[in-house]
T-cell receptor, first 110, second 118 residues
Framework: KQEVTQIPAALSVPEGENLVLNCSFT??????LQWFRQDPGKGLTSLLL?????REQTSGRLNASLDKSSGRSTLYIAASQPGDSATYLC?????????FGQGTRLTINP | NAGVTQTPKFRILKIGQSMTLQCTQD?????MYWYRQDPGMGLKLIYY???????DKGEVPNGYNVSRSTTEDFPLRLELAAPSQTSVYFC?????????????????FGPGTRLTVL
């Protein structure tokens, strides 16, 4: 059974810092990995999708990497801003089903 | 495009009542999903559909039913509501193709329905 873990559960950093969020999964037989952002009381916004054949994806200040063999992904956020404060969820797709981690709650302090 | 829409946004049910959560997507996606999110937790898959007329169970299907008569709509039915079904429900859709090897594209989510069962 696929299990997805995100550590830490919460992270607080000052504005302007570069930071890395971690995601690990137990079964490397995945089709893709997706990073989402969730604001309080809101739905999920897709940030980046990495197909299983890819190693990384970039969008603006965000860069996501995927290492299937070690069961790990990282989300790198450059030059963090208060507007980046949210919960970040990673999810892996295997056998048509998306399995989510519990998320990292990120707070960027001005 | 409106994307994925869900109604209602909020609902309070009494134990034993029934209701249907509506979900519609206008992106011509073949795959649709229902998830629930409990406080402080990730999302868990309830049911999914790979196309009109085809549905399958996810991780937590007990107490729910679905149908998919059209590409656009994927309603979720709660029969005999229980307090354990208090949660936020999200509908999602994606386009996937098995031609020439499976390709699964990103899932798009609706804004959610916050359900309380008292």
């Amino acid at each position: 059974k696929q299990e997805v873990t995100q550590i830490p559960a919460a992270l607080s950093v000052p504005e302007g810092e570069n930071l890395v969020l971690n995601c690990s999964f137990t079964d490397s037989a995945i089709y893709n990995l997706q990073w989402f952002r969730q604001d309080p009381g809101k739905g999920l916004t897709s940030l980046l999708l990495i197909q299983s054949s890819q190693r990384e994806q970039t969008s603006g200040r965000l860069n996501a990497s995927l290492d299937k063999s070690s069961g790990r992904s990282t989300l790198y956020i450059a030059a963090s801003q208060p507007g980046d404060s949210a919960t970040y969820l990673c999810a892996v797709l295997g056998a048509q089903k998306l399995v989510f981690g519990q998320g990292t709650r990120l707070t960027i302090n001005p | 495009n409106a994307g994925v829409t869900q109604t209602p946004k909020f609902r309070i049910l009494k134990i034993g009542q029934s209701m249907t959560l509506q979900c519609t997507q206008d992106m011509n996606h073949n795959y649709m999903y229902w998830y629930r999110q409990d406080p402080g937790m990730g999302l868990k898959l309830i049911y999914y559909s790979v196309g009109a007329g085809i549905t399958d169970k996810g991780e937590v299907p007990n107490g729910y039913n679905v149908s998919r008569s059209t590409t656009e709509d994927f309603p979720l039915r709660l029969e005999l509501a229980a307090p354990s079904q208090t949660s936020v429900y999200f509908c999602a859709s994606s386009y996937s193709s098995l031609a020439g090897g499976p390709t699964y594209n990103e899932q798009f989510f609706g804004p959610g329905t916050r359900l309380t069962v008292l």
